[in-house]
């Protein structure tokens, strides 16, 4: 009787359960379903073959990178560093490449070995010196950042062209990066499950102290695991820059959040024991599809960071319920069996994910699209004021001309810009107005547009080695001469000053510093105490003016690169700004133009970016339909002080 009462109650409820099982032991691949049907639903551009590839291409960073950091998640460790790792890695390979002539090959492989020492010093001290993983990593997250900006001196650096095509395509429509992203996910799937190292993993993270008693070397296993991941991280660096033509020195930066995230959406615990490489791949596909439709929805680079924020704490508490309701961990030794029933779930998750997703692309069929022109505004940061009043002066002029204009913000990541700008291009915008992250790195997604006949209007800054109709801007380097000019003459022609930089890397940057270098020389009495770089923000403007003026204290006067980092150093400098100490600003913004009229800023470079914004509209516009464009469009600057600030309207 109670084996029957058992069999019956087991019968009755074993189809939920079976459901419940499936989807709790592949909640990843769940989601990633349920997230390329609500995308085909949502928007009619998400659906086709060319923004398939690119939701690949925009994978295949961080799915490289995830693949190592799987390695140490699975051990129970935790890796901060493979995003700097990364652009160490490639500015090595372009550093020793093009400027030191090394073969290409022989870059290659130093570029590789920059990954595995990186990981080795890692390993050694959390093996060897007791540190706790998340320490050890994050010195080595600023060690590599800070490397490879001495390396490159700030500036990014042509990548070799023969490694270059590692960001092209085969045959035409194939992307080279999916192929490497495949054969790297294919490698770390080996590694996990066929060899003796990837079963020291398991071991240690599911129980160290077990793994040590039972004869295991912990320590040179845990320096194997970290140089595996430098490994994989240098591959992902020098993917990046391939795609990007140069090697950016402030490339990947935040990319070992996305990939630690993808390896925990991908099912791997924290606790360590658990993980594997399908699982990985699938959450860098679920962080490419949300940004990719995202895009293509118009949603604000600000909401998607909550998404992705909400994303990874929803996969972490499906871990912990799969967990309690006795999931099937994925570990090591997995059986036949099991093998053949993964097969089994991924071949059933892919007939109804083509059979969903195609009855979805007839919500779009036959549907009207709108009369407007639609135009694409990749904007380089909405973190500044200067790029928030070219995105205002956008969009008045676009709702005067009828025109639908959807706004990205790269947050100063030439990566995630040239993905957004592959979405404008695969879903077939009418124009394309850019404000690149840097001048080089905007190239190839600006040529791809070119291909595909698409007007590319560049606004603030140029794109090189690309085709524009036309660019809009002022003259960085005109205004970093007026800017030095106008704190010159203001301190009669000598005195000791200090000059705030721009972002290392980026092309505004250089062009302003190239401009207050030239006027400068006209000024012999005047003698530049230091000069440092706060990343156009305000609070590093402020902190480091203060630093500065423990070491200066008999500063004069401060030129800023933006009106931001001069607000910082004006509330460093306190009750001597504007009186014992002149600040000047660059760009004109509102904060900017109230601290001119209040006396504690001097003078402001004044750009006029809503003018920018305004004449971009105007002219991608005009190159859609086929009028003609002047090839440069230059908005002139104005010396704004207290005696003409009244009058300006920006």
């Given amino acids: 009787m109670a084996a029957d009462t058992l069999k019956s109650t087991t019968g009755a409820g074993g189809g939920a359960t079976a459901v419940r099982r ?16 609500a995308m085909s639903a949502l928007s009619g551009d998400f659906l086709t073959t060319d923004n398939l590839l690119n939701v690949g291409v925009q994978a295949a960073v961080t799915a490289i990178l995830a693949f190592g950091v799987t390695f140490v998640i699975v051990s129970a460790g935790i890796d901060l560093s493979v995003g700097s790792v990364a652009a160490l890695s490639a500015t090595v390979l372009a550093w020793s490449a093009t400027s030191h002539g090394v073969p290409v090959v022989l870059a290659v492989v130093l570029a590789v070995a920059t990954g595995i020492a990186a990981g080795l010093v890692n390993g050694f001290l959390i093996a060897y010196g007791k540190l706790p993983p998340f320490i050890a990593t ?24 023969s490694v270059s095509h590692l960001g092209d395509t085969l045959g035409g429509w194939l992307p080279v990066p999916v192929l490497v992203m495949v054969v790297m996910g294919l490698i770390a799937a080996f590694v996990l499950g066929r060899t003796y190292i990837g079963r020291s993993m398991y071991a240690i993270g599911g129980n160290e102290e077990a793994a040590r008693l039972s004869g295991l070397r912990v320590k040179k296993q845990k320096l194997a695991i970290y140089a595996l991941s430098g490994v994989f991280a240098a591959a992902a660096g020098i993917v990046l820059a391939s795609r990007l033509s140069s090697a950016q020195p402030q490339a990947a930066d935040g990319y070992e959040l996305d990939a630690i995230a993808a390896v925990v959406i991908g099912g791997a615990s924290l606790a360590g024991g658990t993980g594997k490489a ?8 679920i962080l490419a599809v949300l940004r990719n439709g995202l895009n293509l929805l118009s949603v604000s680079a600000f909401w998607q960071q ?23 961990p994925v570990a090591a030794g997995t059986g036949g069996g099991g ?13 109804v994910t083509v059979a969903v997703v195609g009855a979805t692309s007839f919500l779009h069929n036959g549907s009207s699209s709108t009369s407007n022109p639609k135009v694409g505004l990749a904007l380089s940061t909405l973190n500044n004021p200067f790029f928030v009043q070219i995105q205002s002066g956008a969009k008045a002029e676009a709702k005067k001309l009828g025109v639908d204009l959807t706004v990205t913000d790269a947050q100063n990541d030439a990566s995630q810009q040239a993905n957004q700008l592959q979405n404008f291009t695969s879903s077939g915008y009418d124009a394309i107005i850019v404000n690149p992250v840097d001048s080089d790195a905007a190239g190839p997604a600006v040529r791809a547009a070119d291909k595909a006949k698409i007007p590319v209007v560049a606004v603030d800054r140029g794109v090189n080695k690309a085709t524009t109709n036309t660019l809009v801007a002022s003259d960085n380097v005109a205004g970093g001469e007026l800017a030095a000019k106008t704190v010159a003459e203001k301190l009669g022609g000598t005195g000791k000053i200090v000059i705030l930089q721009g972002q290392a890397g980026t092309s505004a940057a250089r062009e302003r510093a190239e401009g207050f270098a030239k006027g400068l020389k ?34 004069q006067g401060v030129i800023a690169a933006n009106d931001e980092m001069a607000l910082g150093a004006i509330k460093a ?55 003609k464009v002047a090839e440069t469009v230059k908005v002139p600057v104005k010396v704004v002080t207290e005696e003409n600030v009244a009058g300006f309207t920006g």
């Fill in 22 to 37: 499936l989807l709790l032991d592949n909640g990843a691949l769940t989601a990633l379903i349920v997230l390329l049907i």
């Fill in 138 to 161: 994050l010195a080595m997250l600023s060690v590599a950042r800070g490397l490879s900006l001495v390396i490159s001196e700030g500036s990014p650096i042509a990548f070799p062209d």
């Fill in 278 to 285: 399908s699982g990985t791949l699938i959450g860098a596909l």
């Fill in 306 to 328: 909550v998404v992705i924020g909400v994303v990874i704490a929803l996969a972490v508490l499906l871990d912990t319920v799969r967990r309690k309701a006795g999931a099937a």
């Fill in 339 to 351: 093998k053949g029933r993964q097969a089994v779930t991924y071949g059933l998750a892919a007939v």
């Fill in 522 to 555: 006209a000024f012999p009495g005047i003698q530049v105490l230091a000069q440092q770089p706060a990343d156009f923000d305000r609070t590093k403007g402020l902190d480091v003016m203060s630093n500065l003026l423990q070491a200066h204290p008999d500063v």
């Fill in 573 to 627: 400098l306190g009750s001597k700004a504007g009186k014992s100490v002149q600040v000047v600003g660059f760009d004109g913004t509102p904060d900017g133009l109230t601290a001119v009229k209040n006396g504690t800023l001097y003078a402001s470079v004044a750009q006029q970016p809503s003018e920018l914004g305004r004449i971009a509209v105007d002219n991608a516009l005009k190159a859609f339909q086929g009028k």
